[in-house]
């Protein structure tokens, strides 16, 4: 079983729509966990964190369960500049280390 | 602007041929990766450097070597040992005081 487990999708919404992306994790030692977006061929880039009482940052909202061990990602009015890769990241300490790990990603296609 | 610098976007490789992936931040971070991304597949850790003349082998090490003379600098060399090199390949950087990590914007390898 992967360490962080994303549906990979693809997604395909209209503009405007509400749409939730959900990721499992199996290590129960992750303290934190982060949504980052990845545009075709482009580097990741951090779209935010994501805390136990949950946080929002205007159209996004991420959630993070730990006792179902699960994050979440929804999307309200989705753009069609949202179109891109979602990868769900949990972070823990192992061998003396900050480690990443990623999920595959959760493409999302919002067309007109 | 202060970043991460990854050169060259795009190499072409022969097989039996070692090449090298250069990565330089101005962040001045303490930590930094290098990641390979596989088509549909999540971001894995191929080495790692948490401050300099330091570096821990990562979760596919295998084929690959790097150096860390300079906190500046972190090179990837991508040794004809790596069998199936053809990737796109992210360095990132992480400063003592945060979690995030930010990313270069990747060279893309492949082999011919």
């Known amino acids: 079983r992967k360490e962080v487990e994303q549906d990979p999708g693809p997604f395909n919404v209209p503009e405007g729509a509400t749409v939730a992306f959900n990721c499992t994790y199996s290590?129960?030692?992750?303290?934190?966990f982060f949504w980052y977006r990845q545009d075709c061929r482009k580097e990741p880039k951090l779209l935010m964190s994501?805390?136990?009482s949950g946080n929002e940052d205007g159209r996004f909202t991420a959630q993070l369960n730990r006792a179902s061990q699960y994050i979440s990602l929804l999307i309200r009015d989705s753009k069609l500049s949202d179109s891109a890769t979602y990868l769900c990241?949990?972070?823990?300490?192992?061998?003396?280390?900050?480690?990443?790990?990623f999920g595959a990603g959760t493409r999302l296609a919002v067309h007109p | 602007d202060g970043g991460i610098t990854q050169s060259p976007k795009y190499l072409f490789r022969k097989e039996g041929q070692n090449v090298t992936l250069s990565c330089e931040q101005n962040?001045?971070?303490?930590?930094m990766y290098w990641y390979r991304q596989d088509p549909g597949q999540g971001l894995r850790l191929i080495y790692y450097s948490q401050i300099v003349n330091d570096f821990q082998k990562g979760d596919i090490a295998e084929g690959y070597s790097v150096s860390r003379e300079k906190k500046e600098s972190f090179p990837l060399t991508v040794t004809s040992a790596q069998k199936n090199p053809t990737a796109f390949y992210l360095c990132a950087s992480r400063g003592a005081s945060g979690n995030t990590i930010y990313f270069g914007e990747g060279s893309w390898l492949t082999v011919v």
């Open positions: 290590n129960s030692a992750s303290q934190s």
């Open positions: 994501v805390y136990s």
């Open positions: 962040l001045n971070h303490d930590a």
């Open positions: 990241v949990g972070q823990g300490v192992s061998g003396g280390y900050n480690k990443l790990i």
